[in-house]
């Protein structure tokens, strides 16, 4: 059959056949299957279509694969920035440009990705918290955005100071949610920045103490499924 490089080309009898996008979903996937994300930021270095992949596999977020796609993202977009700031600015855009109307399309996780972006490159995407939180007047982006919110305060808070009270109101709408998912990513993101946070209702944390929904949350390269009052137990 021939030998493939790490560009994603194929040589056969001499001569190099670029692999096809089915190709490389497979190389992709069997690597999120073996959560070897390092392996899919070596490819993304010489192949630009690893990005097109991850995005393409990005859509079900009651799949292990989606998530470790988006984390691996995040990943890549960082690790893209330091050879090519520009060929990383654009990835952002066309993920900022997915959740439009005007995309045509919903980009169902654009707004994790692009969490996991400022996770991994912060100073360079740091701008994109605010715009972030904006999305979530729209129902759909609700829980995408409080797992944005959640991430990042996690594992940069500084990056959320200068909008405590945008990220209260958030949390504490969405605390009130009727969606387990979204109930549950607000207490997330409450545990992580509770410190920070001044004016949140404590009736709804209280009532929340007897909530025994279950959502998945997506921890270590692992899909777990939680009970909303056990995150407060956390």
Same mark, same amino acid.
């Given at each position: 059959?021939?030998?493939?490089?790490?560009?994603?080309?194929?040589?056969?009898?001499?001569?190099?056949?670029?692999?096809?996008?089915?190709?490389?979903?497979?190389?992709?996937?069997?690597?999120? !299957?073996?959560?070897?994300?390092?392996?899919?930021?070596?490819?993304?270095?010489?192949?630009?279509?690893?990005?097109?992949?991850?995005?393409?596999?990005?859509?079900d977020?009651?799949?292990? $694969? +989606? /998530?470790?796609?988006?984390?691996?993202? *995040?990943?890549?977009?960082?690790?893209?920035?330091?050879?090519?700031?520009?060929?990383? *600015?654009?990835?952002?855009?066309?993920?900022? /440009?997915?959740? +439009?109307?005007?995309?045509?399309?919903?980009g /169902?996780?654009?707004? !994790?990705?692009?969490?996991?972006?400022?996770?991994?490159?912060?100073?360079?995407?740091?701008? &994109?918290?605010?715009? $972030?939180?904006?999305?979530? %007047? !729209?129902?759909?982006?609700?829980?995408?955005?409080?797992?944005?919110?959640?991430?990042?305060? *996690?594992?940069?808070?500084?990056?959320?100071? %200068?909008?405590? %009270?945008?990220?209260?109101?958030?949390?504490?709408?969405?605390m009130?949610?009727?969606?387990?998912?979204?109930?549950? &990513?607000?207490?997330?993101?409450?545990?992580?920045?509770?410190?920070?946070?001044?004016?949140?209702?404590?009736?709804q944390?209280?009532?929340?103490?007897?909530?025994?929904? +279950?959502?998945?949350?997506?921890?270590?390269?692992?899909?777990?499924?939680?009970r909303?009052?056990?995150? &407060?137990?956390?």
């Amino acid at each position: 059959m021939g030998e493939v490089n790490d560009k994603g080309c194929q040589t056969i009898q001499g001569k190099q056949v670029v692999k096809s996008i089915r190709s490389i979903k497979s190389d992709v996937k069997g690597l999120l !299957e073996r959560y070897d994300l390092k392996s899919i930021i070596e490819l993304a270095m010489d192949n630009p279509r690893i990005v097109s992949a991850l995005i393409s596999m990005s859509y079900d977020k009651n799949s292990l $694969l +989606t /998530w470790r796609a988006m984390e691996a993202m *995040g990943l890549v977009v960082a690790a893209i920035s330091k050879n090519s700031p520009e060929q990383a *600015g654009e990835i952002v855009r066309r993920l900022l /440009w997915s959740i +439009t109307e005007e995309s045509g399309g919903i980009g /169902w996780t654009a707004i !994790e990705m692009l969490a996991e972006i400022v996770v991994n490159d912060p100073e360079r995407y740091r701008n &994109l918290v605010a715009l $972030l939180m904006e999305f979530y %007047d !729209e129902e759909i982006f609700k829980d995408g955005v409080l797992y944005a919110i959640g991430r990042i305060g *996690g594992r940069r808070p500084e990056l959320l100071v %200068d909008y405590s %009270d945008k990220i209260e109101g958030i949390i504490s709408d969405g605390m009130s949610s009727k969606y387990p998912r979204v109930r549950g &990513l607000a207490l997330i993101a409450y545990n992580r920045l509770r410190d920070r946070l001044q004016n949140i209702d404590h009736k709804q944390i209280n009532r929340l103490k007897k909530d025994e929904s +279950t959502f998945n949350v997506y921890e270590k390269g692992r899909l777990i499924n939680r009970r909303v009052n056990e995150v &407060l137990q956390s």
